[in-house]
Antibody
Framework: QVQLVQSGAEVKKPGASVKVSCKAS????????MHWVRQAPGQGLEWMGI????????SYAQKFQGRVTMTRDTSTSTVYMELSSLRSEDTAVYYC??????????WGRGTLVTVSS | DIVMTQTPLSLSVTPGQPASISCKSS???????????LYWYLQKPGQPPQLLIY???NRFSGVPDRFSGSGSGTDFTLKISRVEAEDVGVYYC??????????FGQGTRLEIK
């Protein structure tokens, strides 16, 4: 069925990097842009950026410029979000969401990233 | 960045009663293509957000007709005609007119009395 399956929870130390994956199935991977959104514990939603799985072009929120890299692997229908120089404030659930003509109707279940020394 | 301001931040509603959430944007969300890029999401406890309303007033597939959206320019409203127990969660408005600067409202927590 149509779904986005995200990688499992991660625990990282401050200063490290994390790479979260989001594997698409049930639809043509390259036909839909993908967004990444995060949510700190008990907080609201924060948009991080978008990737075009077809050509790989990306656009990032200014807050994350220089620290985030979104990539894709068309052979496995997977998009990745890598965040570097992690700090405690990056502890959050990270979601991928498919963009269908600006409707984000399909979301992954989320990946909890904990940054702790 | 466009600031999205929701009111109220929390709501306690008796089942069967209506509920209304306001969302105001710091800039117009009407694009030159004629579309208004305002969306409503509900995040139920322990789940990812789910799309309720797109482009101000269009219900997403499978969304009950007790949910409706209205508004224009910078002022928008989500209404639930008769709240049910399953409507509990946090409601977010979101604007996507300004890439790469998509922003959400702070969220409105709906609980059942």
């Amino acid at each position: 069925q149509v779904q986005l399956v995200q990688s499992g929870a991660e625990v990282k130390k401050p200063g490290a990097s994390v790479k979260v994956s989001c594997k698409a199935s049930g639809y043509t991977f390259t036909s839909y842009y993908m967004h990444w959104v995060r949510q700190a514990p008990g907080q609201g939603l924060e948009w991080m950026g978008i990737i075009n799985p077809s050509g790989g072009s990306t656009s990032y929120a200014q807050k994350f410029q220089g620290r985030v890299t979104m990539t894709r692997d068309t052979s496995t229908s997977t998009v990745y979000m890598e965040l570097s120089s992690l700090r405690s404030e990056d502890t959050a659930v990270y979601y991928c969401a498919r963009d269908d003509s600006s409707c984000w109707g399909l979301w992954g279940r989320g990946t909890l990233v904990t940054v702790s020394s | 960045d466009i600031v999205m301001t929701q009111t109220p931040l929390s709501l306690s509603v008796t089942p069967g009663q209506p509920a209304s959430i306001s969302c105001k944007s710091s800039q117009s969300l009407l694009h030159s293509d004629g579309k208004t890029y305002l969306y409503w999401y509900l995040q139920k406890p322990g789940q990812p957000p789910q799309l309720l309303i797109y482009e101000v007033s269009n219900r997403f597939s499978g969304v009950p007709d007790r949910f409706s959206g209205s508004g224009s320019g910078t002022d928008f409203t989500l209404k639930i005609s008769r709240v049910e127990a399953e409507d509990v969660g946090v409601y977010y408005c979101m604007q996507s007119i300004q890439l790469p600067s998509i922003t959400f409202g702070q969220g409105t927590r709906l609980e059942i009395k």
